[in-house]
């Protein structure tokens, strides 16, 4: 019997190698900062490097930080979960349901081989659904889980084990037993992991031109206080770490007396093997030309000892114009005044018109009825027969010509005009 689990555990390995594919997948370094700093020759800089992660506490509670627990979702005749059994690497494993004691286990170096396999012995049809593996690491923060699906047949020849897209499905035997799959060999679920060996920060350095995979490597420090300087910058305290980093979490590096061959690119990576953390950050670092030396002025020398009368300045105050940019509303306004201008002399020429048009037309009306007042008050009237006998043309007319004969006429008819007047 033993002889028979054993190989089942093998052929649960062998089928599902990348079960955790399911939930998670390898970390790889990620950049998570980078900063362009420009600083004067001479200067000091600090290219910060801050993980509040990296922070080293030690997991000292090893039986509370890692547990493995597994889980039964059953969809018929209805709903329901039920926690199945759970362990953790200082307690005994607990199961949950007392029809399942010595039935449904896991093994008892679980912590030390990563195999968190379930073994269900006398495989019953209460036994089918969805079955979840749930890896917790309250310490790192991680949460892993895979699901299998477990499917109860009278017949063995339906008996099989295949993957659904979602998940694996093992369909088994009534009355066998069975061996559902969850393998984690990560350091962090296993015992005897040193967790101060599996912090390290480094920075590292590239020079302009050089490639990446050129670069040089400054410093090393790892959680256990070992410190690995390479080169002759720290050695001479050109550049500096802090002692207490894995305390603070405070990995900036200092760099004095910056030089114009300081120039490049600086990273700093970040590695929590233990829990899986990998950052990085990356500084390019331009150094400038170096300030301007402040003035010295030299020292006085009084004569006989007797020093300088001191003579106050009154400095004159000085005037700053400072031209504010005009509003719109300032525009509008101005605009409004032009217009209202405009339209007020449009409106004084209209009237001076008006108002001359009326006034000759007035004097013309004046004429004429002045006309007509003489012409009616006069004892003169007119006689059209006699108007026209001095129209008419005698037909005996001596004249010889058209001009002398209309002289002729208008002087006769003048000399009668002017008799009449005159009676």
């Known amino acids: 019997m033993h002889l028979d689990m054993s190989l089942l555990q093998i052929v649960a390995v062998l089928l599902l190698p990348g079960a955790w594919c399911q939930s998670s997948s390898g970390k790889l370094g990620v950049v ?22 990296m922070v080293w506490t030690r997991d000292r509670l090893k039986d509370r930080q890692r547990v493995v627990h597994w889980d039964l979702v059953r969809s018929s005749p209805e709903y329901s979960v039920e926690r199945v059994l759970d362990m953790s690497p200082g307690a005994r494993q607990r199961v949950y349901n007392g029809f399942n004691k010595g039935r449904v286990s896991i093994p008892e170096s679980a912590f030390n081989d990563g195999n968190f396999s379930l073994i269900i012995n006398n495989v019953v049809t209460t036994d089918k659904g969805v079955y979840t593996c749930n890896l917790h690491h309250h310490y790192c923060q991680i949460h892993q889980s895979i699901q299998i699906q477990l499917n109860v047949t009278k017949s063995a020849r339906k008996e099989r084990r295949y993957w659904d897209g979602e998940k694996t499905v093992f369909v088994v035997l009534l009355g066998s037993s069975v ?8 350091p962090l679920w296993r015992e005897g992991v040193q967790e101060d060996q599996q912090q390290v920060a480094h920075w590292d350095f590239q020079a302009p031109g050089v490639r990446p995979d050129k670069a040089d490597r400054l410093v090393d420090l790892y959680a256990s206080g070992e410190r690995r300087d390479y080169g002759p910058l720290f050695a001479q305290s050109k550049m500096s770490v802090a002692e207490d980093a894995f305390t603070l979490g405070d990995f900036s590096l200092s760099i004095s007396d910056l030089r114009p061959g300081d120039k490049g690119l600086y990273s700093c990576n970040l590695h929590h093997h233990y829990c899986g953390l990998q950052e990085r950050r990356i500084f390019r670092l331009t150094v400038g030309p170096p300030l301007p030396s402040a003035p010295t002025t030299a020292p006085r020398i009084f004569q006989n000892n007797v020093p300088e009368p001191r003579t106050e300045e009154v400095e004159s105050p000085r005037v700053v114009n400072v031209i504010l940019p005009e509003h719109r509303g300032y525009f509008v306004q101005h605009l409004g005044y032009f217009l209202a201008t ?23 009306e004046y004429e004429l009825r002045t006309t007509d007042r003489g012409i009616s008050g006069g004892e003169m009237s007119l006689d059209c027969t006699e108007l026209k006998a001095c129209n008419q043309e005698p037909l005996n007319s001596d004249y010889k010509n058209n001009l002398l004969k209309e002289r002729g006429m208008a002087k006769d008819c003048n000399m ?8």
């Open 342 to 364: 405009f339209l007020l002399l449009a409106f004084i020429v209209v009237a001076v018109i008006v108002l001359t048009r009326r006034r000759k037309k007035r004097g013309l």
């Open 179 to 186: 061996v559902l799959p969850c393998v984690n060999r990560r």
């Open 32 to 53: 998570v900062e980078a900063k362009n700093i420009t600083l004067p020759a001479g200067s000091k800089a600090v290219l910060p490097c801050h993980s509040p992660r």
């Open 416 to 423: 009668d005009f002017d008799g009449k007047l005159w009676k």
